[in-house]
């Protein structure tokens, strides 16, 4: 059944609910299980919409893990969008859709199966009060182009030139919409090149016989379509006619050309059939159990298909945000965004909604091979810091087998440090020898004399002498050794990383039959202490 859109109408109940498209049986509840990961430890829906994020090198088993995770939300009847980088994405999910029971609300948006007209949509949802949000989904769609660009730096550019692309949008379309009832991309092109030069020109009766943007202001003045308010329209007149004009020309020349350049992709081919020539579906069609699929991967639409991809996205995840205004029917099933290779669809706004979109019931999954992919893609003044902002709103993290030493710097630091005890063994020997000598001389001498005489009837006389002379000496020598051994076990504590950064690329089982047809991955989730008393644990996905 096809959706006629009416601008001058609301949403309606055709636009929740495709007849045969609809699982009506959801699970609303958050807190029930959704996939058990290991014994005790379960995945709730209240985990799903704390946000999941995937790292892993190509071919380490992202995705045999995360179809794990996107059968749960299928079968709990829950709508998603969907968004493809690479053809096989497309009978991926239609064998996930299938094979859970929800092959009959899959729907391929293409062009060709289905399209949208964004700027009549966006109309009919806002109005008049909520022109800026055109306005800002047309930015959108100039960042888009910018990050598709080989050419891009993706620096973020100066934002200036932001500032004016934003300023000449701002100033347009309010004026066409009031004057016409309607917007198309040829028009708003049209009305911003047919703008005057100079401020002479804007009296010159030659310029505003030819100029499309002249017809248009008359008419927003005296007979518009939908009226705008004086003020904003005088603050138009006045920007058009003087500030527009003040801009130097080859300035002015390069504003124009950073809008029209992209815009004009919409006036031909793929993007026109898919974005302007009528719509079939609307993203509020998925708060019904509609899984809609971006059927436009990237690596065969090239710029085309970022441009594409990020378009569809930027207008469901507005959607979502603004889901808790409408009817209480259309705000109780759950939805989910995935977004395989994420990096190649990033926005500005992904982090914005990221924070916001719990309350509305949606869960977001990323998947994507590296952190330094989401600084080379994401854009902005600070594309680092962007990049880490942005994954770090993910509570839950899927960390695979990867090969990115910064990538895995930055998951073992988000997995944290821990006390751990390494041992310690001390053995030694030791030895000691002792060698000494002594020596030493002696000598001695003397002499002794006696000499008597005695007188009687005979008479005699003795005499006698003597002498001694001696001497020697003496020598030794003496020698120790000694020898002693120790031995001693112990630990010593530290504050060290719970897993090691080289763990990532070196224990991750990957898949295949070498590994049992298992994929492993370090199952991470901030705020929750599993069974095994930490905030990881070691999961096991069969393929």
């Not at 959801?26 to 990961?37: A, H, M, R, S, T």
């Not at 969907?82 to 859970?100: F, N, Q, R, S």
């Amino acid at each position: 059944m096809g959706l006629i859109v009416n601008v001058k109408s609301a949403l309606r109940a055709e636009d929740f609910v495709r007849v045969g498209l609809d699982r009506r049986d959801f699970i609303e509840d958050l807190n029930k299980p959704l996939l058990e990961l290991s014994r005790g430890n379960y995945w709730t829906g209240v985990d799903a919409t704390s946000h999941t994020h995937f790292f892993g090198r190509t071919g380490g088993g992202k995705t045999s893990a995360a179809k794990w995770l996107a059968g749960a939300m299928l079968r709990s009847g829950w709508g998603a969008l969907i968004t493809a980088v690479k053809p096989e994405d497309i009978a991926l999910w239609k064998g996930y859709a299938k094979e859970h029971g929800r092959g009959n609300s899959l729907l391929l948006f293409d062009g060709e199966n289905e399209t949208l007209n964004f700027l009549e949509y966006l109309i009919r949802v806002n109005g008049m009060d909520g022109i800026g949000t055109v306005t800002e989904c047309l930015m959108k769609i100039l960042e888009a182009a910018r990050r598709a660009s080989s050419a891009a730096s993706n620096r973020g550019g100066d934002e200036f030139w932001n500032d004016a692309a934003r300023q000449v949008l701002r100033y347009a379309i309010p004026v066409l919409y009031s004057a016409t009832g309607t917007l198309s991309i040829p028009e708003i092109i049209r009305f911003i090149t047919t703008a005057p030069a100079s401020v002479k020109e804007v009296t010159d009766r030659a310029w505003q016989d030819r100029s499309f943007m002249y017809k248009v202001m008359n008419a927003a003045c005296h007979r518009p379509i939908v009226p705008m308010a004086r003020s904003a329209l005088q603050d138009a007149l006045n920007y058009w006619a003087e500030q527009f004009c003040a801009i130097p020309d080859r300035t002015r020349g390069n504003v124009l050309i950073s809008i029209t350049t992209v815009l004009d992709r919409f006036n031909h081919g793929r993007l026109r059939r898919a974005f302007t020539e009528g719509s079939t579906v609307v993203p509020e069609l998925t708060f019904g159990g509609g899984l809609l699929l971006g059927a436009m991967p990237t690596t065969i639409w090239q710029e085309d298909g970022v441009i594409a991809q990020s378009l569809l996205k930027f207008l469901w995840m507005r959607a979502v945000i603004s889901r808790n205004n409408l009817a209480p029917q259309h705000r109780e099933r759950p939805v989910f965004l995935w977004c395989d290779e994420a990096q190649e669809t990033v926005s500005s706004y992904d982090g914005e909604f990221l924070s916001i979109c719990r309350s509305s019931k949606c869960a977001v999954v990323y998947l994507s091979q590296t952190l330094p992919g989401y600084i080379a893609k994401i854009g902005g003044d600070s594309p680092r810091d962007a990049a880490l902002g942005l994954v770090g709103k993910f509570a839950t993290h899927v960390l695979m087998a990867n090969s990115c030493p910064e990538t895995n710097e930055f998951a073992a630091r988000m997995v944290g440090r821990v006390v751990k005890q390494r041992g310690t063994y001390n053995k030694g020997t030791s030895e000691s020898v002792n060698v000494g000598m002594n020596a030493g001389n002696s000598e001695n001498s003397g002499s002794s004399s006696s000499f008597s005489t005695s007188y009687g009837q005979g008479g005699g006389v003795n005499s006698s002498s003597g002498s001694s002379d001696g001497s020697g000496n003496s020598w030794g020598e003496n020698r120790g050794r000694g020898t002693s051994r120790n031995f001693s076990v112990g630990c010593t504590e530290s504050i060290e990383y719970a897993i090691e950064p080289g763990d990532f690329g070196r224990i991750l089982k990957t898949g295949g039959p070498r590994n049992g047809n298992e994929v492993t991955a370090i199952w991470y989730q901030a705020g929750r202490v599993f069974t095994s008393g930490t905030n990881f644990l070691l999961a096991r996905f069969k393929q």
